[in-house]
């Protein structure tokens, strides 16, 4: 079973610039998240689709954060304009409940 | 606040040794699961226990609950290198019918040959 898939795997950008992530889950999974994980912390959820709804998006900021889930498969997160306190790992898991997540390798995104 | 809260925040013995680490939570769940973080990579797995299971074993790895204490452990036994890495439990509450993975602050485990 292919794992889930993220890209690009590091990425540097300026304050203020926009920055996109990609995420391609494991077949068959209907649950996609996208987690934040800043150094030294455990990651945070920011999104919950189930198939192609968004689920949870209480602690997405909406003023910056968007992510949407094309036909219930893959998924892109985006930030615009970035900060600097947004510098930090990008996840992306999914899963079949009643089972674990399957996370991604993240995205180290570092805003300067 | 996080829903749970790992102890000790790191942790350093020597292969062969084995290792325990424990995270508390605050709110009833229906599981607790462990994952593991290696250093600049995505987090892997390891065990999920229901709410009303009392122990689980994988392995090297055994993992107990006490939901009267809402409490969880993970003991590694026989330690290795390759153990060196980040532990997080993270819980989904009783009330989220969507699974939502709640994660503690993890604890860092360091393995010396």
């Known amino acids: 079973e292919a794992g889930v898939a993220q890209s690009p795997r590091y990425k540097i950008i300026e304050k203020r610039q926009s920055v996109a992530f990609w995420c391609n889950p494991i077949s068959g999974h209907a649950t996609l998240y996208w987690y934040q994980q800043i150094l030294g912390q455990g990651p945070k959820l920011l999104i919950q689709?189930?198939?192609?709804?968004?689920?949870?998006d209480s602690q997405l900021p909406k003023d910056r954060f968007s992510a949407e889930r094309l036909k219930g498969v893959d998924s892109t997160l985006k930030i615009q304009p970035a900060k600097l306190e947004d510098s930090a790992v990008y996840l992306c898991?999914?899963?079949?409940?009643?089972?674990?997540?399957?996370f991604g390798s993240g995205t180290r995104l570092t805003v300067v | 606040s996080q829903q749970g809260e790992e102890d000790p925040q790191a942790l350093s013995i020597q292969e062969g040794e084995n290792a325990t680490m424990n995270c508390s939570y605050k709110t009833s769940i229906n599981n607790l699961q462990w994952y593991r973080q290696n250093s600049g990579r995505g987090l892997v797995h390891l065990i999920l226990?229901?709410?009303?299971?009392r122990e689980k074993h994988s392995g090297r790895l055994r993992v107990t609950l006490d939901t009267s204490k809402k409490s969880s452990s993970l003991l590694i036994t026989a330690s290795r290198a390759a153990d060196t890495a980040s532990y997080f439990c993270?819980?989904?509450?009783?009330?989220?019918?969507?699974?939502?993975?709640?994660f503690g602050a993890g604890t860092q485990v360091v393995v010396t040959p």
């Open positions: 993270a819980t989904v509450l009783a009330t989220d019918s969507w699974g939502k993975l709640q």
């Open positions: 689709f189930q198939n192609n709804g968004v689920v949870d």
């Open positions: 226990i229901r709410s009303n299971e």
């Open positions: 898991a999914s899963s079949r409940a009643p089972y674990g997540y399957t």
